[in-house]
């Protein structure tokens, strides 16, 4: 009677009081209404983990709450979600997008700060330019023209409008959405913040591809650790600081006065400046990123990434940027402008920084080295020559483009390095061990060391630069042309070798030419490259399939004075002198099917090697919920003649069953089988003792096998774990979260990984993955001479061990 009378005074008292907003507020407050105490815990909490309620009759799967308590309750709360600034907003609406944005590495990195930038503060698509739409993922040129067109046609209103653009494609268009807006509110006048820390005790990932992946670091403590943080004031600068220690780094600090502070990137950008009919796009001054054309004359990253076209997920921007990446050998400190002005675009820049190098006992240098992680103590101890900061280099350069018309582009480039040491290749004295001096240029396995010998020299003056002592200069041209549903792209590009400026009758080229055909459900690409052996240029980033010295002697690092001079190769950035051409395609020729189409072929311009690959992938969708994938993959190395001993064939399966439940729940298995077979080799197929088959050593092919399943569940919106269990054998690539691995076990393993996600808050998120692989035990054989004829197999004592290994990854993300 009591919980009656007070339940019928509280209705009076706040008949005209404000209700009580269920989803954002208080326990105190919902303790106020007229239920008991525990309804009131259990209503809190159910808000807090389960929430935000959207029907008031959601309450009822609480235990404890009757229909006559939602009766009671109706006229006393609301269901409304709490409001937010409009750059709050967009980001949570979009989070799916941005917490896989956080996670990226590798040569996308540095973009992910203009797409969190025009996220929070998107523009009017009525005043979007070519360059604004070309930094999307999935816009293709002949989207981007198709923008341009529907300006000039009127004013574009709302989504329909946009979407109604003449070759415009459906996937453009879901990719652009989020990115623009529609009204005059101008969101580019506001402030907002964004700030990123990573731990992790793996290697960065490099590139998303099983043919690059991760490097080998000397050592796994301390562990992987970075800051990011931008902050930006309305539409006019914005101002960026980061902290990168790769793993078994040591901190790096300068000196700031009379304080030490970590050493990192800074950047601080003014923005929309207009200086009469010239418009200042963007003003930097610290670190900062270029890129020009396709990547053949520039593009500063220190990763390397396969096939990347710059269409799709690989997206390369024309311009310079503030940059907060892990890119450390090739980023850029120092001032950098990008100005437009009618049918011109440029932009310029000006890099004074200290680079690791390779150096020599005469104190020339022999090649710049990406390392991981920067140290001069390598694998067998101190070296004999640092390369830490050992050359100072002064790069400036600039693009000019313009624009006849909406995709029709033509664009000149230039840069030049200057170095304050003189530039002299001294592979066999410097890199290679004494005793293998004899295997460089000679090895039958090593046929691409004629890549090594191509390698630039140069001893140069300049009046530019009073300590300059060598020099690297590059030109270059580029163009793009859409025409309709076709777009066509082309970057030709010189190395100025013999320092004459207007005379290239000798100087080595690159040539990439790509044409790429769109309608709504099926497109085509193609690439052309064709790289001269000389081309050695250490900012191209353009289109191949390997990394430079593949098959070269770097790849034996048992060869080299000390491992740590293998990252001349599996560090590289830049890609391999080839020629080939590669075609892409994708068609949805039924509801339910989708069909990926690419094939590659090519020579290796070192040794004439001839490669093949070819994937197919086919997703099938006999339901919205249901999806399965099949992904398979042939490769090879083309034999010159049967007794060629490097030639290979690759054949690799994946298939992938998921199962989509409610609330962006998801169950996923997964199978792997994959072979690779090598030439026979006579001495490790024939026993040299008695000359009888099979020996007991070598291997004329490789096979990996792997299944698994994985697990997604999202508690709320705010919170949600995700597994994986997997056994395999042998060579294996995942997506594991937001981590590209690539790991290898020679005997049955199990590989069991769990991350989980929460956002706290608006503006906070964290995520933590831990990752365990463990082998079987392993047992190496020795093949005794004394009983050959026998064919025993002894088991050599302490041998025997126990593969096992854990790393963990910690991720935290504020923004508003």
Not at 572 to 586: D, I, K, N
């Amino acid at each position: 009677m009591r919980l009656i009378l007070s339940s019928l005074f509280f209705v009076l008292s706040t008949g005209f009081a404000q209700k009580i907003p269920l989803n954002y507020t208080s326990f105190e407050e919902i303790q106020s209404l007229p239920i008991t105490f525990e309804q009131a815990e259990d209503i809190y909490d159910y808000v807090m983990f389960q929430g935000p309620v959207i029907s008031i009759y959601d309450l009822l799967d609480i235990p404890g709450i009757q229909p006559s308590t939602i009766q009671l309750l109706k006229p006393l709360i609301t269901l409304e979600k709490q409001t937010a600034t409009k750059q709050t907003s967009r980001l949570q609406d979009s989070y799916r997008k941005v917490e896989n944005w956080t996670s990226t590495e590798g040569a996308n990195e540095g973009l992910i700060e203009v797409w969190l930038d025009r996220l929070a503060e998107p523009i009017n698509v009525n005043k979007a330019t070519y360059d604004d739409l070309m930094s999307l993922q999935n816009v293709s040129p002949v989207d981007a023209v198709a923008v341009l067109n529907r300006q000039k046609e009127g004013s574009i209103n709302y989504p329909k409008a946009l979407r109604g653009a003449t070759n415009l494609s459906y996937w453009g268009y879901k990719n652009m959405m989020d990115f623009f807006t529609y009204g005059e509110e101008d969101l580019t006048k506001t402030s907002h913040f964004w700030y990123n820390a990573t731990y992790k005790t793996v290697p960065s990932t490099t590139s998303f591809d099983e043919e690059v992946g991760t490097t080998t670091p000397l050592s796994g403590h301390p562990g992987n650790l970075q800051h990011k943080m931008s902050y930006t004031s309305g539409s006019f600068w914005k101002f960026g600081y980061a902290y990168h220690r790769q793993m078994g780094e040591q901190n790096r600090y300068v000196d700031f006065g009379p304080l030490n502070i970590p050493e990192g990137k800074y950047a601080l950008t003014l923005r929309n400046l207009s200086l009469g009919k010239i418009n200042i796009n963007r003003l930097i001054v610290g670190n900062f990123s270029a890129t020009m054309g396709q990547g053949v004359v520039f593009e500063s990253t220190d990763f390397f990434a396969p096939r990347r076209s710059g269409y799709g997920w690989s997206r390369r921007v024309v311009g310079v940027f503030p940059d907060l990446s892990q890119s450390f050998e090739y980023a850029l400190r120092g001032v950098a402008v990008q100005a437009s002005s009618g049918k011109l675009n440029a932009f310029g820049f000006v890099s004074m920084r200290p680079r690791d190098a390779v150096m020599n006992l005469d104190s020339t240098f022999s090649s710049l080295i990406t390392l991981y992680p920067r140290t001069d103590i390598g694998f067998n101890g101190a070296l004999l020559y640092p390369m830490m900061n050992q050359v100072n280099e002064l790069t400036f350069g600039g693009n000019l483009r313009i624009m006849f018309t909406p995709g029709m582009i033509l664009g000149f480039s230039s840069y030049e390095s200057l170095y304050d040491r003189e530039l002299s290749p001294q592979i066999a004295r410097t890199v290679i061990e004494t005793s293998a001096e004899g295997k460089y240029l000679t090895s039958i396995g090593n046929t691409a060391d004629t890549e090594i010998e191509a390698m630039y020299a140069s001893s140069a003056e300049s009046p530019l630069w009073d300590d300059a002592l060598a020099m690297r200069r590059v030109f270059g041209m580029d163009f793009t042309a859409v025409i309709k549903n076709l777009a066509l792209q082309g970057e030709y590009g010189i190395l100025d070798k013999d320092g004459i400026i207007g005379n290239f009758s000798t100087d080595p080229r690159a040539l990439v030419f790509s044409a790429y055909l769109q309608f709504n459900s099926l497109n085509f690409l193609i690439v052309y490259r064709d790289y001269d052996l000389d081309y050695d240029n250490p900012y191209q980033r353009s289109f191949s399939n390997y990394q430079r010295y593949k098959g070269t002697i770097f790849e034996d690092t048992f060869y080299l004075e000390d491992p740590i001079y293998g990252f001349l190769y599996s560090a590289a950035a830049q890609p391999q002198s080839e020629r080939g051409v590669y075609f892409s395609s994708r068609y949805q020729f039924h509801r339910q099917f989708v069909v990926s189409t690419d094939f590659d072929t090519w020579t290796r311009t070192a040794d004439n090697a001839r490669y093949y690959r070819s994937v197919v992938k086919l997703q099938f969708r006999p339901v919205f919920n249901y999806r399965f994938n099949i992904r398979q993959k042939w490769q090879m190395r083309a034999a010159y003649n049967e007794m060629d001993p490097s030639t290979f064939y690759s054949r690799e399966t994946i298939i992938r069953a998921q199962l989509r439940l409610s609330r962006y729940d998801n169950l996923e298995l997964l199978y792997v089988n994959s072979t690779v077979d090598f030439t026979n080799r006579r001495r490790l197929t024939i026993d040299p003792v008695t000359g009888r088959a099979p020996a007991l050593v070598g291997s004329a092919g490789v096979g990996s096998e792997a299944i698994g399943f994985k697990v997604t569940h999202n508690f709320t919106d705010r919170l949600k774990i995700m597994s994986q269990a997997m056994i395999y054998n042998g060579f294996i690539w995942n997506f594991e979260d937001t981590d590209f691995r690539v790991f290898d076990s020679p005997t049955d393993a199990l590989r069991w990984w769990v991350s989980i996600f929460s956002r706290l808050g608006d503006n906070w998120a964290v995520r933590v993955k831990w990752t365990v692989d463990t082998g079987l035990p392993v047992t190496n054989y020795a093949f005794a001479p004394e009983n050959a004829t026998a064919y025993v197999r002894e088991n050599m004592d302490g041998l025997t061990g126990l593969s096992e290994s854990s790393d963990i990854r910690i991720q935290v993300d504020y923004a508003f």
